[in-house]
Structure formats: structure tokens, C-alpha cells
């Protein structure tokens, strides 16, 4: 092949990818050039804007995004992360990730990204070791070049945890009785009810407490309102030292308590009734100028999978057996049992 046939070649290839017959006159050549120039400068001038508003947009997004490859170096940082790093762009192309911190939090989060069949993962990190100097953070990071690249944007989510933290303790203060620091009734049959449907699951016996001070008029009659407050509020310290976390200790209404106890045997129900029942009539209740000694009446009923009572009827049937025990003198736990059934009215009767 000669040197003019090869160009000719050439020409025909231009021609056919820029889509201009070289077959037409040098004028018409020209301007189908001139037009084809023109329309990829105004196609490379029209992305050339776009990447300025991509550019606008990476840069004053409220995240941080990197660019690494995975060797874990850093081929570029928007301007948020390096405004929080006091560091340039420059400062960051080409150093390895964790480069400015001897915490490998992102650093593992990265090589978990590149060593995922997944072109995308995302993650809660938290940098620091104490709890008032923790920061967290949402990240996400997606692939791209045939995997060798990676785009990792982040977000800040420490405030929103405090917030969170700060709105869970007020619904937990919502749910608490201020006097006893015990659950009050506002939310506790919710609770009931979840701990009911995870016995049946597991199947195990669940306990359900009704215990009413015995004659606790006579602390307000005989001594003061106060120091009735002071008593109710010693009762929820015995409760709360006697069960564990993942019991449910509430105060019922008045002097009256209600308590569930999780996974326990009918031994270990009744074990843990005589207990309670015992500390409260050894306790010597002092404060100031007056003094008490009270005891307790007590009623529980058991729940197990093969049971379907809901939470009102549980707590009837340990009511019953409050009113029992009660009946029988005052001072006593009692069970629940079918025959122990009385009428519902006589059951608010008693103090």
C-alpha cells in the first residue's frame, strides 16, 4: 500500500467517524469541518458547565466526600472535608487514608468496600474512645472503574445522636413516677403486653405481682402526707433492689404496686414474693421525728405459652389473689388459683 492510499484510508476513516464526505468540493469540506468544530466545542463547552455545577454542588454539600483508589490513598477531597481538616485538596492526593489520625475506623471501612462483591456499602462509624469525645458518622461508598476507585461520602450524625439521646431520656421520664421511680401505669401494659408475646415465643413462665400496703391510711392520718411520700419512695427502692433489669417494677395507684417478672419458675415467683413481703415488714421507715414499721399483702398469677389471657386479665387474676391475702389476715402472698375467684367488686374493696 502506497503512502497517498494509506492517507486516503485515513481520510476515509475521519470521514466516516466525523460524518463529512471528502468526496465533496474543498469549500463544502471546509464549512462541514468548521460546523462539526463547532458543535463539539459548544458539546465540550455545555459539560464544561455542568461540571462547574457538579462542582458547586460537591463542594457546598453539607458531607464530606473522598475519592480513593484501592491502594486506600486519597485522589481527592471536596471542600467540607477539608474544611474540617484544615487541609487542602493537595494536602490530601496521594496519602494513604488515616493519614492525619491513628484511628482506622474509615481506613477498615474502605478495605471492607474494596474487598465486597457489592458495588455499594454503607456504615455508622464512630471515631473516639470517650464517650463525651465520640463523634459519629453515616458513610456510604460506591465503586466505579472497574472496582480500582471508590467515591466515600459522609455525613456527621453526632448531634442527631445527642438529640436522640436526649428525647429517649425524656420519654423514659414521661414513663417514670416521680416518687417511687418506678414505672407509672401511662405506659407499663404496653410493656406487659411485649413481654407476654416473647414468653409465649420462648416459651417460658412469665410472673405477674399485685402488692398493696397494708393499711397505709394510717401513715397519712397518723404522721403527715410527706412522710407517707417518704415511705412510697423507700417501697420503690426495696422493689427496684429485689428485681432485676429486664423486670418490670410499676406503681399501680396509691400504695399499690405491680410487678413482672421474667422467665421464673413458681418457686422462684413465690421465693421472690416472701422476700419482698419480708423486707417491707422488717424495714423500719425514719424520717425525722417519725417512724413506722408496715407490712404488705401480696397476690401473683403465672403465665406460661400455653395460656391465652391477655395483660387486663393477668392482672386481674393477681388482683384476686391480692384480695385473698387480704381476706386471710393481711401480711401474706398468695397465688392465683380458679378457685380463688370472688366477685369482681369485692376486689376493690380492701386497704
Excluded at 140 to 168: C, H, N, Q, R
Aim: aromatic share 8%; glycine share 6%.
Amino acid at each position: 500500500m502506497t503512502k497517498a492510499h494509506e492517507g486516503r484510508e485515513i481520510s476515509a476513516e475521519v470521514s466516516e467517524q466525523d460524518e463529512i464526505d471528502l468526496d465533496q468540493s474543498p469549500g463544502q469540506v471546509i464549512k462541514a469541518f468548521t460546523e462539526r468544530v463547532n458543535q463539539l466545542t459548544a458539546e465540550r463547552d455545555q459539560a464544561v458547565a455542568e461540571l462547574e455545577k457538579l462542582k458547586v454542588v460537591v463542594d457546598n454539600i453539607p458531607c464530606t466526600i473522598s475519592w480513593i483508589d484501592n491502594r486506600y490513598n486519597y485522589l481527592g477531597v471536596n471542600k467540607a472535608l477539608s474544611n474540617l481538616a484544615n487541609l487542602s485538596n493537595d494536602d490530601y492526593v496521594g496519602k494513604q487514608i488515616g493519614f492525619k489520625t491513628n484511628e482506622d475506623y474509615f481506613f477498615n471501612f474502605c478495605k471492607d468496600l474494596f474487598s465486597s462483591q457489592r458495588p455499594t456499602l454503607y456504615r455508622e462509624l464512630i471515631s473516639g474512645i470517650d464517650e463525651l469525645e465520640k463523634r459519629y458518622f453515616w458513610v456510604i461508598g460506591s465503586k466505579y472503574a472497574e472496582d480500582k476507585e471508590a467515591v466515600v461520602i459522609g455525613v456527621e450524625t453526632t448531634e442527631l445522636k445527642k438529640t436522640e439521646a436526649k428525647l429517649a431520656k425524656s420519654e423514659h421520664l414521661v414513663e417514670i413516677d416521680d416518687l417511687t421511680g418506678l414505672y407509672n401505669m401511662r405506659s407499663v401494659f404496653g410493656r406487659i403486653e411485649k413481654e407476654l408475646t416473647r414468653s409465649k415465643r420462648f416459651v417460658h413462665q412469665t410472673g405477674l405481682v399485685m402488692m398493696d400496703m397494708d393499711r397505709f391510711k394510717s401513715v397519712n392520718d397518723d404522721h403527715n402526707h410527706l412522710f407517707g411520700s417518704f415511705v412510697l419512695q423507700e417501697i420503690g427502692k426495696i422493689i427496684k433492689s429485689l428485681i432485676r433489669e429486664v423486670d418490670i417494677g410499676a406503681r399501680y395507684g396509691g400504695d399499690e404496686f405491680l410487678l413482672l417478672i421474667t422467665e421464673v419458675t413458681e418457686e422462684g415467683m413465690r421465693t421472690l414474693c416472701e422476700r419482698l413481703r419480708r423486707k417491707i415488714e422488717t424495714t423500719h421507715f425514719v424520717k425525722g421525728q417519725d417512724e413506722i414499721y408496715l407490712t404488705s399483702s401480696i397476690g401473683y398469677a403465672m403465665f406460661d405459652s400455653s395460656m391465652e389471657v391477655n395483660v387486663q386479665q393477668l392482672v386481674k387474676k393477681a388482683d384476686i389473689a391480692l384480695y385473698q391475702a387480704k381476706e386471710r389476715g393481711r401480711n401474706l402472698v398468695v397465688t392465683y388459683t380458679s378457685e380463688a375467684e370472688v366477685d369482681s367488686d369485692k376486689v376493690e374493696d380492701r386497704s
